[in-house]
């Protein structure tokens, strides 16, 4: 028997999917729990709306991210520290910071998750920051660390 799934049945499928099962299994367990419905044409139409919409929404946060990119790799964010003679840092810039210096300067609200950093950054110069927007989307932001000037 064909069915839909309506929750995700472990070791058969998620939601939406359109399965062969056992006539048993379906109509004794399956069916009565609410797991899946009978694959009707009606059914089957109803998940390509639902597939067809996933994606279009999907593709419109691909696309938000790409553009979000875009801006992110064209902004430079400037850091001051203090720091001593010998150019080492006292502090650092933290994926925090960053997030804090974009929302501030250029109005990008971005997750502080999504700033990648292996380490706060602690020494002077540019740094290449990437923010991972989306598991296939990423952008790389240029971090300028500067010594503050003293009185």
Do not use: C, W
Request: aromatic share 2%; no cysteine.
């Amino acid at each position: 028997m064909r069915v839909v799934l309506k929750q995700e049945v472990r070791g058969l499928g998620r939601p939406g999917d359109i399965k062969d099962v056992a006539d048993g299994y379906a109509q004794n367990f399956l069916l009565p729990r609410g797991l899946a419905t009978p694959a009707s044409s009606g059914a089957l139409r109803e998940v390509a709306q639902q597939k067809a919409k996933v994606r279009a929404k999907q593709d419109r946060a691909h696309g938000d991210a790409e553009e979000l990119a875009k801006r992110l790799e064209a902004t430079t964010l400037l850091f001051t520290l203090k720091s001593g003679k010998d150019g080492k840092t006292f502090g650092s810039v933290t994926n925090r910071d960053i997030a804090e210096a974009l929302k501030r300067d250029t109005g990008i609200d971005l997750d502080r998750t999504k700033i990648h950093l292996e380490e706060p950054l602690r020494s002077l110069g540019v740094h290449k920051v990437e923010a991972r927007l989306l598991s296939d989307v990423r952008a790389h932001l240029t971090v300028a660390v500067e010594p503050a000037k003293s009185s």
